[in-house]
């Protein structure tokens, strides 16, 4: 860990939960760990060093002059709740690597350690068959069952069997090889939108969050988000049944036109 960590601070907290988020499907996890970081205003305390986890594959010129290679951060944050004893670690990557996952993820988890971490929690999307006018669902999963119970408290779906992919999931999975306790949240996603950022599926995360962590911020801003999103997806699916249709169907003048030359 000490090669690729480097800690602004050094920090004893007795107790400790950490939320982890790297990009992915509708940047659902980034937006909660974004929003929560900044309304909680967590303190930057150290990052994780790329070197050993990113390759540049190319460089950025501005005025004909090139830039220096650029790599991806991977930021940690830390806030210490002033009614409890009780303190969050804050892990936003900014990309997922293409190789060394695992290596990556054992690399925070060190942190965790480090820290005296008591649970880690991910979030991510659940590609699901709703319309982006309904209100998502929250799934849960964990790696233990013994969480599940704490889990139904919150009427999260629980599905069963599923996959999740990316670091978002993989990092739970290495934390269970390490023995720690963790829980992934997963906000509904219109199948159909997958690649559209979604804070609505962030909304209904963070909403469950932050009952479980018995943290309480303003929401009014994710709010505001949500609905603004919620807007464009109409405007885009109106665009796109527009083009549907006029590329499938024909006018009348036309198809009468070629009965006549038949």
């Not at 739970?172 to 997963?186: F, R």
Request: overall charge negative; glycine content about 6%; charged content about 30%.
């Amino acid at each position: 860990m000490k090669k690729d960590v480097k800690l602004y601070k050094q920090l004893h907290p007795k107790a400790c939960d950490m939320l982890t988020a790297w990009p992915g499907i509708g940047n659902v996890s980034l937006i909660v760990a974004q929003y929560l970081r900044d309304k909680l205003r967590a303190e930057e305390i150290g990052e994780v060093l790329p070197f050993n986890f990113f390759d540049p594959i190319g460089v950025v010129v501005k005025d004909n002059v090139v830039e220096t290679p650029q790599f991806p951060e991977s930021k940690l944050y830390y806030w210490q709740n002033p009614v409890s004893d009780k303190g969050l670690v804050i892990f936003i990557g900014e990309e997922q690597p293409s190789f060394k996952c695992y290596e990556l993820a054992h690399c925070v988890l060190d942190v965790a350690e480090k820290f005296k971490v008591r649970r880690v929690y991910t979030c991510a999307a659940a590609i699901a068959r709703i319309h982006h006018t309904e209100t998502p669902r929250v799934w849960g999963v964990a790696t233990d069952k013994k969480l599940v119970p704490e889990l139904e408290k919150y009427e999260v779906v629980l599905r069963g069997d599923l996959h999740i992919a990316g670091l978002n999931g993989l990092f739970l999975g290495v934390a269970k090889e390490k023995g720690m306790e963790g829980i992934c949240l997963l906000g509904e996603v219109p199948s159909y939108a997958t690649r559209i950022p979604n804070p609505k599926a962030s909304l209904a995360i963070i909403e469950v969050l932050t009952k479980i962590l018995a943290v309480g911020i303003d929401l009014s801003g994710l709010v505001s988000l949500a609905k603004e999103a919620e807007e464009e997806m109409k405007r885009i699916a109106a665009k796109a049944m527009g083009e549907f249709i006029d590329h499938f169907t024909e006018p009348l003048w036309e198809k009468k036109k070629e009965e006549e030359e038949e």
